[in-house]
């Protein structure tokens, strides 16, 4: 017999705490902020931090892993940023973590199985529930906890529920394990080019000679070169004279470091005004506000029309590989170099001037064809990791409805 059951008999909530600024550093208790929410879970990469001390007197804020997040003030849905109604899951990597305000973490009884709960809330009759009670301003809106608490939905039995969330789990897995193998491959890339352009251990480095240059000794028959030089920065825009019926629009919040989490189509016409920039296959997007958050993506094969935030700088390379310029303008010391050259408080940003003039070490053709070779194929086989992975969310989240709504019946 079928049970409509209300969320608010089946869950707890706990609201997150309003972390004062003031109290953040760059070491000590990691913060959760909505801004840190990616499509699906958190990303961990660019945490705030409060004291030891503080983060002791507000231990009743913890997350854990596996925990459920509603973000409860965001933008409405029509702005592809940060959107309220977002349901994410918490990671392993941030266990302990301490949620900020504007979100809530929900709970459920032994009725509810928890992985059931976390697909209930991202099926499309509950954002679309929750999003038509929100209330607010064009800019920003928000969510009640009665609002929540007063979702109605079909309640299947228990085991039901558990065999509901595995097969969508299955999904996740899998993507995960992608994840996983994408990070061992960008590491063995990044680790490569410090080996040889760092380190200077490329091969035949034993008989090579080094010469001064403005960033020290480097090897004779190599050459530092403004960026400007070896490629160039934001070479295509389009405008409402020149735009395309329909976009594929990459906003700044869904880049984190060195991935895409969503590219949106949406009519020319309702995107925002900052879909400006052109992007085509081997460009390096980069975020210009807050550098120090890292987000950045390379481009392959992008669908036509193509679409990227004006909030990014496109580096197209004019003479060098795309594989050796994504691994030279994502170390620590080209981070830094933004970070240094970023101005303004609030949100610090760079310019196309500043990433022009940065120095990039070019070696010599030989070198740069071995070393091209190496990472090409390592960046060929993440790009083919993150298609799969593309394709199976697509999988789940056709199937997610379905199961929610007992539209398929889960056997065995």
């Known amino acids: ?10 869950i707890s909530t706990q ?8 109290w953040y550093t760059e070491s000590g208790h990691p913060i959760v902020k909505v801004s840190d929410f990616t499509s699906d879970s958190v990303d961990p990469s660019n945490l705030v931090c409060v004291p030891n001390e503080i983060a002791l007197k507000h231990g009743r804020y913890s997350l854990s892993t596996g925990d459920v997040v509603i973000q409860t003030v965001g933008s409405w849905p029509s702005n592809p940023a940060s959107v309220v109604g977002k349901t994410v899951r918490i990671p392993k990597k941030i266990d302990g973590a301490l949620l900020n305000q504007n979100a809530v973490k929900v ?4 009725s509810l199985d928890k992985g059931f709960l976390f697909y ?11 999003v038509g009670t929100a209330q607010g301003a064009a800019s920003q809106a928000s969510i009640t906890l009665d609002s929540i608490r007063a979702f109605k939905f079909t309640k299947p039995d228990l085991e039901s529920q558990q065999k509901i969330a595995n097969t969508l789990a299955a999904y996740d897995n899998l993507i995960e394990n992608n994840n996983r193998r994408i990070a061992i491959l960008e590491e063995m890339a990044q680790s490569l080019y410090r080996e040889w352009f760092v380190k200077f251990r490329f091969p035949g480095h034993r008989q090579a000679k080094f010469i001064d240059s403005p960033l020290g000794k480097i090897p004779e028959g190599w050459e530092i070169k403004k960026l400007k030089n070896i490629a160039a920065v934001n070479p295509e825009s389009i405008t409402k004279k020149n735009s395309p019926e329909v976009i594929q629009y990459i906003d700044i919040k869904s880049v984190s470091s060195g991935s895409i989490d969503e590219i949106k189509p949406m009519p020319f016409i309702d995107a925002p005004s900052r879909a400006r920039r052109v992007v085509q296959d081997g460009d390096i997007i980069w975020a210009t506000v807050r550098p120090n958050r890292k987000q950045y993506s ?3 094969k992008p669908e036509q029309n193509t679409i990227v935030s004006t909030g990014f700088a496109v580096i197209r390379t004019l003479s060098v590989p795309s594989p050796f310029l994504l691994q030279a303008l994502t170390t620590d010391d080209f ?8 101005s303004g408080a609030a949100y610090p940003a760079v310019n196309a001037s500043e990433f022009e003039n940065a120095d990039i070490l070019v070696p010599d053709e030989v070198t740069m064809k071995q070393f091209n070779n190496l990472s090409e194929l390592a960046i060929q086989q993440c790009e083919t990791l993150k298609k799969k992975n593309s394709n199976l969310a697509k999988q789940r989240d056709l199937l997610l409805p379905k199961l929610i709504s007992g539209q398929i019946n889960i056997e065995g």
Do not use: C, P, W
């Open 107 to 110: 709970e459920s009884d032994q």
């Open 1 to 10: 017999m079928e049970v409509i059951a209300t969320l608010g008999d089946h």
């Open 298 to 300: 390379y481009i392959a």
């Open 120 to 130: 209930l809330l991202r099926s499309d009759e509950f954002r679309e529930y929750i």
């Open 15 to 22: 609201k997150g705490y309003a972390f004062k600024s003031a």
């Open 335 to 342: 981070v830094s170099y933004l970070v240094n050259h970023a």
